[in-house]
């Protein structure tokens, strides 16, 4: 059974980090694409992040790139989402998913992706 619980997400003042959690179950992580999703409220959900099947190469949206960086731990099934000079417009529901097996991160439209985990909430206020 695939499933992603993600992990990691808090009240943070802006210019500080977090590190997010996506722990995956019921499947070998390297073989398929893991994104990172955000779901802020009146907005529509947008793909921040994105780590490829297989070659590991990377996709960031325009308002991360340089900030957010994803990465993964094969040897924990675990990909993260570190995020350093967060903004109050980073302040939105986190949520990862996966696409595969062995398939591109589709320019991390949320619409190719599945198994979608609960969600992690990281509000940067002051």
């Known amino acids: 059974q695939v499933q992603l619980v993600e992990s990691g997400g808090g009240l943070v003042q802006p210019g500080g980090s977090l590190r997010l959690s996506c722990a995956a179950s019921?499947?070998?992580?390297?073989?398929?694409?893991i994104a990172w999703f955000r779901e802020a409220p009146g907005k529509e959900r947008e793909g921040v992040s994105c780590?490829?099947?297989?070659?590991?190469?990377?996709d960031y949206a325009d308002s991360v790139k340089g900030r957010f960086t994803i990465s993964r731990d094969s040897a924990k099934n675990t990909v993260y989402l570190q995020m350093n000079s967060l903004k109050p417009e980073d302040t939105a529901v986190y949520y990862c998913?996966?696409?595969?097996?062995?398939?591109?991160?589709?320019?991390?439209?949320?619409?190719?992706?599945?198994?979608w985990g609960q969600g992690t909430q990281v509000t940067v206020s002051s």
């Open positions: 780590i490829r099947s297989g070659s590991g190469s990377t």
């Open positions: 998913a996966v696409r595969g097996p062995f398939l591109s991160c589709s320019s991390i439209r949320g619409e190719n992706f599945g198994s």
């Open positions: 019921g499947f070998t992580l390297d073989y398929y694409s």
